[in-house]
Each structure stands twice: as structure tokens, then as C-alpha cells.
């Protein structure tokens, strides 16, 4: 069995900065790709960024330049960093792990998410 705990959501102020964990623990073989995804209230869900294991990235175009991903895969840990938020970045964080649990084929896990909301 697999679990994914998220943390670092809450409530800011225009501009300023959070930082979202999510940590993979249980039954795991292998993690591949990892990442963050968002939902806002009336919207769908959609890829923040992601990274592979061996470190590439990929961001959102609305993001690639405030948001940094990054992974710790000692800790099977995915981080997301956020700079400069906006009112327009309130949702709920949910991050996304593509693992190989012990025995079993590659699957996709997605965390409880995580609120994040952006006001003055």
C-alpha cells in the first residue's frame, strides 16, 4: 500500500511565497515521474509541473516563471516552490507520483490536496 501526505498549503498575501510538499511512503519499488497538479473552485484540474526522475521539468507556460518543482528521491519527496503568488493561483494542490509499488505495475497516485489560497 502506498501513501501520499501533502503539506505547506494556507493562506497568503499577494506576492509573497509557499512551499508545498508531498511525500510517497509504503510499499514502493520505484517512483518514476512526479508532480503537482491544481484545481480552483468551477475549474478543471490542471498540470502545474512535473519532473522525471532524473530531474527534467516541465511547468505550465502561466507558472514556468514562479514556480520551481524539485524532488528528493532519497526521500521520495516532491517539493513545489511558489514565488510572486496571485489571487489567480487560489486552488487545491494535488501532487501526482507515477510509481511501481512492490510487485505490481506502474501506477499513478494523486495526494489529497492541499489548499492553497492567494488574498489580500
Known amino acids: 500500500q502506498v501513501q501520499l501526505v501533502e503539506s505547506g498549503g494556507g493562506l497568503v498575501q499577494p506576492g509573497e511565497s509557499l512551499r508545498l510538499s508531498c511525500a510517497a511512503s509504503g510499499s514502493i519499488f520505484r517512483i518514476d515521474a512526479m508532480g503537482w497538479y491544481r484545481q480552483a473552485p468551477g475549474k478543471q484540474r490542471e498540470l502545474v509541473a512535473a519532473?522525471?526522475?532524473?530531474?527534467?521539468?516541465n511547468y505550465a507556460d502561466s507558472m514556468k516563471d514562479r514556480f520551481t518543482i524539485s524532488r528528493d528521491n532519497a526521500k521520495n519527496t516532491v517539493y513545489l516552490q511558489m514565488n510572486s503568488l496571485r489571487p489567480e493561483d487560489t486552488a487545491v494542490y494535488y501532487c501526482?507520483?507515477?510509481?511501481?509499488?512492490?510487485?505490481?505495475?506502474?501506477?499513478?497516485?494523486w495526494g489529497q490536496g492541499t489548499q492553497v489560497t492567494v488574498s489580500s
Open positions: 501526482n507520483v507515477h510509481l511501481f509499488s512492490v510487485g505490481s505495475s506502474l501506477k499513478i497516485y
Open positions: 519532473i522525471t526522475y532524473g530531474g527534467s521539468t
